[in-house]
């Protein structure tokens, strides 16, 4: 906890960051990891509310209001039990943030839940936040980030057996290659979803591949045989399992498929069995269904009919602000007036073709500016990370730095007063010696020629009084001294 802090409030030295934001950061990490004794029953409250926050985000139509307040009564009920935060709940709040449009804060929490998930050997919430990973550095432009993180869940979900994620991973993938203009990988990842999802016996991911596969063969670089095949295998599935949704589309599309090949009748009964369907559905399908049925109508030569089903589809796609139904619809009504030479309804048709047109453009224009500025965002967040994370890696490497200087300075010092004990022993040594050459210096100035000749004067007075004691004694020291 104290490092977790200490790294914390190294983001200070961040231009534009105040130490109140890094209090507040450092107390937001830091709340979630009280821990204390926690009841079968707080967990399982605790598991429904991010269970329910997380299964209301699957529903295609949820509402996000009603996500937050499951999020909140989830982080209110950790925080009145001091319970831990679980990886779940880390993951429920990067789906709420990315949702939001707070792509920063997204990440934080995927990357805490992945930490979490994996502390805790949580194999699934592992796969989970991967493939959250993935959905996000895709929509933040880090395509190999993106398909890294997808990667990594299939391996896992295939080491450790478990199902549910590898199919969506490769949808991920699939999402990836079409972003990037490969229709080849795109179309590759979808067989791969495909097969997944049939070994899970995943009815929702089957339709959903097969769906997208029968749509791109059907449209560029296209296939009428295959289309066919994939689109009324998607329709035969869709039909068993009372999926109005993937039916209305899968029979358009397949429509699609054969107003392409000019065969209109087959086309004609498979739009109307699709607006049958759409009708009756919040999808907004039956405006695509119905301008194209006044495009068949048209190019039979019947362009009363043709009109009946234009006017049609313009209300059904202006009640769904469909811009870009609206604006091929006009387009071919524009086509077809021009073809009856009536050419104030051809530039009535024209003009609003291109005032929808615009609007379009100007819709995708301001979507790019969007998903730019998200990148942007991601950038910077990523810079300032790698910011931080360099000025830790400096302060590691000044440390180590100081350590080591500290570490040469102490070896200097003992090798100086090693070096200062050596040479006072050895001026101690030389003075020892300087006293004995003064000692023996002394010595032999004090054995003169007047000494011996006295001392060799008494001992011949000795000899000749034949004090033989007296001589022996004498010349005994005599000799002694001299050595």
Same mark, same amino acid.
């Given at each position: 906890?104290?490092?977790?802090?200490?790294?914390?409030?190294?983001?200070?030295?961040?231009?534009?960051?105040? =130490?109140?934001? $890094?209090?507040?950061?450092?107390?937001?990490?830091?709340?979630?990891?009280?821990?204390?004794?926690?009841?079968?029953?707080?967990?399982?409250? /605790?598991?429904?509310?991010?269970?329910?926050? /997380?299964?209301?985000?699957?529903?295609?139509?949820?509402?996000?209001?009603?996500?937050?307040?499951?999020?909140?009564?989830?982080?209110?009920?950790?925080?009145?039990?001091?319970?831990?935060?679980?990886?779940?709940?880390?993951?429920?709040? #990067?789906?709420?943030?990315?949702?939001?449009?707070?792509?920063?804060?997204?990440?934080?929490?995927?990357?805490? %839940?992945?930490?979490?998930?994996?502390?805790?050997?949580?194999?699934?919430?592992?796969?989970?936040?991967? #493939?959250?990973?993935?959905?996000?550095?895709?929509?933040?432009?880090?395509?190999?980030?993106?398909?890294?993180?997808?990667?990594?869940?299939?391996?896992?979900?295939?080491?450790?057996?478990?199902?549910?994620?590898?199919?969506?991973?490769?949808?991920?993938? #699939? @999402?990836?290659?079409?972003? $990037? +203009?490969?229709?080849?990988?795109?179309?590759?990842?979808?067989?791969?979803?495909?097969?997944? %999802?049939?070994?899970?016996?995943?009815?929702?991911?089957?339709?959903?591949?097969? =769906?997208?596969?029968?749509?791109?063969?059907?449209?560029?670089?296209?296939?009428?045989?295959?289309?066919?095949?994939?689109?009324?295998?998607?329709?035969?599935?869709?039909?068993?399992?009372?999926?109005?949704?993937?039916?209305?589309? %899968?029979? #358009? @599309? =397949?429509?699609? @498929?054969?107003?392409?090949?000019?065969?209109?009748?087959?086309?004609?009964?498979?739009?109307?069995?699709? =607006?049958?369907?759409?009708?009756?559905?919040?999808? +907004?399908?039956?405006?695509?269904?119905?301008?194209?049925?006044?495009?068949?109508?048209?190019?039979?030569?019947?362009?009363?009919?043709?009109?009946?089903?234009?006017?049609?589809?313009?209300?059904?796609?202006?009640?769904?602000?469909?811009?870009?139904?609206?604006?091929?619809?006009?387009?071919?009504?524009?086509?077809?007036?021009?073809?009856?030479?009536?050419?104030?309804?051809?530039?009535?048709?024209? $003009? &609003?073709?291109?005032?929808?047109?615009?609007?379009?453009?100007?819709?995708?224009?301001?979507?790019?500016?969007?998903?730019?500025?998200?990148?942007?965002? %991601?950038?910077?967040?990523?810079?300032?990370?790698?910011?931080?994370?360099?000025?830790?890696?400096? @302060?590691?490497?000044?440390?180590?730095?100081?350590?080591? &200087?500290?570490? $040469?300075?102490?070896?200097?010092?003992?090798?100086?007063?090693?070096?200062?004990?050596?040479?006072?022993?050895?001026?101690?040594?030389?003075?020892?010696?300087?006293?004995?050459? /003064?000692?023996?210096?002394?010595?032999?100035?004090?054995?003169?020629?007047?000494?011996?000749?006295?001392?060799?004067?008494?001992?011949?007075?000795?000899?000749?009084?034949?004090?033989?004691?007296?001589?022996?004694?004498?010349?005994?020291?005599?000799?002694?001294?001299?050595?």
């Amino acid at each position: 906890m104290k490092a977790l802090k200490a790294i914390l409030l190294l983001m200070c030295f961040l231009p534009g960051i105040s =130490l109140a934001s $890094v209090e507040k950061s450092v107390n937001s990490k830091i709340t979630p990891l009280i821990k204390s004794s926690v009841s079968s029953s707080d967990t399982a409250r /605790l598991n429904y509310l991010i269970k329910s926050g /997380l299964k209301h985000m699957s529903i295609k139509s949820y509402s996000i209001d009603q996500v937050k307040a499951y999020m909140d009564s989830a982080v209110a009920f950790c925080e009145k039990k001091n319970i831990l935060f679980p990886a779940t709940l880390f993951l429920l709040r #990067a789906e709420y943030n990315f949702e939001t449009g707070d792509f920063s804060r997204s990440e934080e929490e995927a990357k805490l %839940a992945l930490t979490k998930a994996e502390e805790s050997k949580d194999y699934m919430v592992q796969m989970k936040t991967l #493939a959250f990973l993935g959905k996000y550095n895709m929509t933040t432009g880090f395509y190999q980030e993106s398909m890294n993180c997808y990667q990594k869940s299939i391996q896992l979900s295939e080491q450790k057996g478990i199902k549910g994620m590898i199919p969506a991973c490769y949808y991920g993938v #699939a @999402n990836i290659f079409i972003k $990037v +203009g490969d229709l080849n990988s795109y179309r590759e990842n979808l067989r791969l979803m495909i097969d997944a %999802a049939q070994k899970e016996n995943d009815t929702a991911n089957i339709q959903e591949g097969l =769906l997208r596969l029968g749509t791109s063969l059907a449209d560029k670089e296209r296939d009428f045989r295959r289309a066919d095949s994939i689109l009324r295998k998607c329709i035969q599935i869709s039909l068993k399992q009372k999926d109005e949704y993937y039916t209305a589309y %899968a029979l #358009a @599309n =397949l429509g699609w @498929n054969f107003y392409r090949e000019k065969m209109y009748d087959s086309s004609l009964v498979c739009y109307n069995k699709s =607006l049958k369907i759409s009708l009756n559905g919040p999808w +907004g399908s039956s405006a695509n269904s119905l301008g194209n049925l006044g495009t068949i109508y048209r190019d039979l030569g019947n362009p009363d009919k043709a009109i009946k089903y234009y006017i049609k589809a313009i209300d059904q796609a202006r009640k769904i602000h469909d811009y870009y139904s609206l604006s091929w619809i006009y387009e071919d009504m524009n086509k077809m007036y021009l073809m009856k030479n009536d050419t104030s309804k051809a530039y009535d048709t024209y $003009v &609003l073709f291109k005032q929808y047109s615009d609007s379009l453009k100007m819709k995708e224009s301001s979507e790019g500016l969007y998903e730019a500025r998200i990148r942007y965002e %991601a950038d910077n967040h990523n810079k300032e990370v790698q910011l931080l994370s360099l000025r830790l890696k400096n @302060n590691h490497i000044l440390t180590i730095g100081f350590a080591g &200087l500290a570490i $040469v300075t102490i070896a200097i010092g003992l090798l100086l007063f090693r070096g200062s004990k050596l040479k006072t022993k050895r001026r101690i040594s030389e003075m020892n010696e300087k006293i004995s050459e /003064l000692t023996q210096a002394n010595l032999r100035q004090q054995m003169n020629p007047h000494f011996i000749f006295n001392t060799l004067n008494s001992i011949q007075y000795y000899m000749y009084q034949h004090d033989n004691l007296a001589t022996n004694n004498y010349l005994t020291k005599f000799s002694s001294l001299l050595r």
